[in-house]
């Protein structure tokens, strides 16, 4: 079973949706025992950041993603809640990977948000078994984390940036894997088989 948390962000019935394409049973759960006793564990999401710590740490969420044992996946706000620090609002997140998110700067070319396919420019890991650097994934985002010893992909939009991370059982994708087709399918099947 796949727990897929529930902390009041948006998207996540999108990933919850991927999975049953995938055939694989999953529940969205802010339930401290249900999330404990899961397989795998998905922390996916769309939305602030502070609010979201908001509700993790009144929850206790905070405290126990971070004492997790079995592989977890943080999709998008996912990430960046993992990081130690964001510049929206000024928050204070989980502190798993050593990076700081950041708004993206002001660019005469590119629009902030970042929001569409985009390929990578460096991929490794178990994540991306057969993944390939022209592979495009669809993003939707103004913050990003920077790129850090724990980066496994990186893309380039304004500047290079943390397409994914990965620390011990922690995994995390800036992308949407639920919104980028097969590619991303093919990575949640990876996900799955760690």
Aim: glycine share 6%; proline share 3%.
């Amino acid at each position: 079973m796949i727990a897929i948390i529930k902390y009041n962000a948006g998207n996540i019935s999108s990933v919850q949706n991927a999975l049953n394409r995938l055939g694989c049973q999953s529940i969205i759960t802010d339930n401290r025992n249900e999330i404990l006793e899961a397989d795998k564990v998905i922390f996916p999401g769309v939305g602030e950041a502070s609010s979201a710590m908001k509700y993790l740490t009144e929850k206790k969420i905070d405290e126990l993603i971070i004492s997790l044992k079995q592989p977890i996946l943080g999709i998008c706000l996912g990430l960046q809640l993992m990081c130690k620090k964001s510049e929206e609002a000024n928050t204070n997140c989980l502190g798993i990977f050593d990076a700081e998110v950041k708004l993206f700067p002001q660019s005469n070319q590119e629009k902030v948000p970042h929001m569409g396919w985009n390929n990578f420019e460096y991929v490794k890991g178990a994540l991306f078994q057969n993944i390939q650097l022209n592979h495009d994934v669809y993003y939707v985002h103004s913050y990003y984390a920077s790129i850090n010893e724990e980066t496994t992909a990186t893309c380039n939009y304004i500047i290079p940036f943390s397409s994914a991370m990965q620390k011990d059982n922690f995994y995390a994708t800036q992308f949407h894997p639920e919104k980028s087709a097969s590619v991303g399918a093919q990575i949640l099947k990876n996900f799955l088989a760690l």
